[in-house]
Each structure stands twice: as C-alpha cells, then as structure tokens.
C-alpha cells in the first residue's frame, strides 16, 4: 500500500473507533430517549419520493451526541437515513459495532421511530473499525444469509456494503462480497443494494476497479458503486473539483466494465462526502461546496448521494475544533442535511 493510500484509509479512524467499545450501549440510551418513548411493535415503512437509499446522510449512534432521528426528520425535511455500522459479532453474524444485537435494543428502537414517522432507514454494512462480516464468513452463501438477517430484522428497502480497510484490500474477499450481494439480489425482489468504498481524486482505486470489475463479471446489478471523495492526503483542498473528478472516474470504470452509455453509468454511480473539515489538514466540505457537489450530481443522474455525518451537521462551539459532534466550518444547524433531503437522482 502507497502512503497516499494509507493516509487514505485512515480517513474514517477517528470516527469509526466507537464502534466495539463496551460503552456505546449506555451512551445510547442516554443519547436517545425520545426514540424509546415514539416507537412501536413492528416495522412500517411509507413510499417515499426517491428510491430507498438515494439520499440518506449517515447517522451513527455510538458518539458525537447523535441527534433524535424523528426530530431532525421534522427540523430537516429528511426522508431517509443510512444507520452505521453493522460488524461481525465474532463469527458470521450481524451486529450493531460488532456488539448489540439487531433487535430488542436502542438500534431497533431507532428505526422503528423512524419508520413510523414515514423515514426509510438503509443499514450501512462494514465500514473502517471492527471485524467485518465480508473476512468472517467463511462462504458467500454464510455472508449473504448474514445480509439477510439484517434485511429481514427490519423489513428492508435498501442496504449499504461499506467496503474499507482490510476487507476491500483482500481480492477473495471483495470475490465474497460480490457473489454475496447476487444472492441478496436475487431473493429480495427490489432491494437497493450500494457498495461503498474510497477513491483518489481521480477515481477508483486498484481495489475499487477490481471491486466493479468483479461485479460486472459475476452479473451483479449494484444500484450505485458510491465513491467516497475526502481524505485523499495528496494535499487536494478544491474538494468540488476532487469530488466531481472521482466520481468521473467511477463512471469511467462502471462504463467500461458493464459496456453502458455515459448517463447509465453516472446512474449506476454515488457519492459519499464527508461535511465541514475533514481528518486531513487543508480539506474542507463547506455547505456552499457541498451544494454544488449535490447540483453536479443532479446533473448527472447519480443514484446516490450520502455525507459522513448527521452527528457533525453543525458548527462548533464557539468555533472550536471539529470532531464527532460539529463540522469545524461556519454553517447553520443540520445545512447540510437540508441541502441533501429530497435528493431525487
């Protein structure tokens, strides 16, 4: 691995390191009581107005004073969110950060609350920190039953596979992965399933284009590679630029490897950013940046459009650092978020 590479891939560290620790069920049940009181038995979801998964911004629930997802819908006008992260609880099963289980806990009290008030939520798989269910199953047919059990725990529209750090780096893996989600693909009629992974600013990475070249050789029918353009470490500060030039080489490989047009290609591609400072010096997503991030992919047709977090969706007290709970740039509460709810693709 390059050191640009390994700046890279450090890009998600800072923010992921909750994920496993003992303590993140107790801050949740601190951070989240409103949630308990607003939800139901069962799972319902309401139709809403752009495919499951096209613009929901993650919400992660171990740290940064995460937000009353009901709300910050009301506040923010947000239809869907990405919920992080699902890891392996030691063995080929799914649980929230590697620990609490998918029902009976604050993870499913959270989605509940969403769902009853009309939000879509998609569960983001995987991600920088912990044991990845993509190395701990030994079988692509044990790690798409793994998928489906968080499919099924919560009656699922969509599903993120967050690939990141050792697991996009080992090629039978990434194989695993992608014979894993045809499965999925093919016993949930409908399902939106995105796969995520880092870039450079020009695109892909090696393990990127072997990613997609994977599944377009296995026939896997991604509804959009997302591409995360930020923490690059090569000293890029136009981060619009850097952005737009990611996702163009992401639709150059999408094209290439499934033989499509330019405008289906951009329709099978995404973005995920990551809002305000980010964990390398001289980057910075500004609200105004990130409107023309979103305008650009409005312009293209991307089918998804996501930003690393809702937790850091406002400025810092008296403009202090960023970190886990603000965004380190001048902005107004949750602007970024209102930028993105109702992103339609």
């Given at each position: ?214 599944g377009a050789a296995a026939g896997l029918d991604v509804d959009a590679w997302t591409v995360m353009p930020f923490d690059f470490g090569d000293g890029t500060t136009d981060m619009v630029a850097a952005t737009k030039s990611a996702v163009d080489g992401l639709k150059n490989e999408v094209k290439a490897a499934y033989g499509l047009s330019d405008a289906e290609a951009y329709r099978k591609s995404g973005l995920s950013s990551m809002n305000g400072t980010t964990d390398v010096q001289g980057e910075q997503v500004s609200p105004g940046d990130f409107q023309q991030i979103v305008d650009y992919a409005k312009d293209k047709g991307l089918s998804r459009v996501s930003f690393w977090a ?36």
């Open positions: 691995m390059s050191p640009h590479l390994s700046r890279r891939h450090r890009r998600r560290a800072h923010r992921r390191l909750a994920a496993g620790l003992g303590a993140t069920a107790a801050l949740l049940a601190v951070c989240l009581p409103s949630v308990t009181a607003q939800a139901t038995t069962g799972h319902h979801t309401d139709s809403t107005a752009a495919p499951s998964g096209t613009n929901g911004p993650y919400l992660y629930l171990g740290w940064g004073n995460p937000p009353d997802p009901v709300s910050f819908m009301e506040a923010t006008g947000t239809k869907q969110l990405t919920m992080a992260f699902i890891l392996s609880d030691g063995g080929c099963s799914p649980a929230w950060d590697g620990q609490r289980p998918l029902s009976g806990g604050q993870d499913e009290q959270a989605i509940e609350a969403i769902q009853q008030a009309g939000g879509d939520v998609t569960p983001s798989v995987g991600g920088w920190s912990g044991n990845k269910l993509g190395e701990a199953c030994s079988t692509a047919e044990d790690l798409a039953a793994a998928y489906q059990k968080v499919i099924d725990a919560y009656g699922l529209k969509s599903i993120d596979i967050d690939i990141e750090a050792s697991e996009v780096e080992n090629a039978e893996v990434r194989q695993r992965v992608v014979d894993a989600l045809k499965i999925v693909k093919e016993k949930n009629s409908g399902i939106k399933v995105y796969v995520t992974f880092g870039t450079t600013p020009q695109g892909p990475t090696a393990d990127g284009k072997d990613l997609i070249a994977k809702v937790n850091r969706d406002r400025s810092c007290a008296g403009g202090g650092s960023p970190g886990d709970s603000c965004s380190g740039v001048d902005q107004q509460e949750w602007e970024f978020s209102k930028i993105l709810a109702g992103y339609g693709g």
